[in-house]
Nanobody, 115 residues
Framework: QVQLVESGGGLVQPGGSLRLSCVVSESLFSINTMGWYRQAPGKQREPVAVFKRWGSTQYGDSVKDRFTLSKDNTRNTVYLQMNALRPEDTAVYYC?????????GGKGTLVTVSS
């Protein structure tokens, strides 16, 4: 069973930064599509940053130029660097991956942006 474990969430002031981590129990080279998604209270889950094995990373319009997805293949870890955070970025952030045709997801990590 593939596992994805997110960490790095917390409380941050507007304008601050956080880095989320998602550790995958398999090699990142086995992943076809992987990304970060978020769900705010009362809203639908939305994609934040998604990469495909043979393509570039796609970012949601509201996070472009503020968030950056990166990977460390040696640690089987995907990161989401979040800068210039806004109150509207408050949400539970999830990482999800499609591996050999099966979709996997983590339990999420809560990010709260508030003064």
């Amino acid at each position: 069973q593939v596992q994805l474990v997110e960490s790095g969430g917390g409380l941050v002031q507007p304008g601050g930064s956080l880095r989320l981590s998602c550790v995958v129990s398999e090699s990142l080279f086995s992943i076809n599509t992987m990304g970060w998604y978020r769900q705010a209270p009362g809203k639908q889950r939305e994609p934040v940053a998604v990469f495909k094995r043979w393509g570039s990373t796609q970012y949601g319009d509201s996070v472009k130029d503020r968030f950056t997805l990166s990977k460390d293949n040696t640690r089987n870890t995907v990161y989401l660097q979040m800068n210039a955070l806004r109150p509207e970025d408050t949400a539970v952030y999830y990482c999800e991956a499609e591996i050999r045709g099966v979709q996997y997801g983590g339990k999420g990590t809560l990010v709260t942006v508030s003064s």
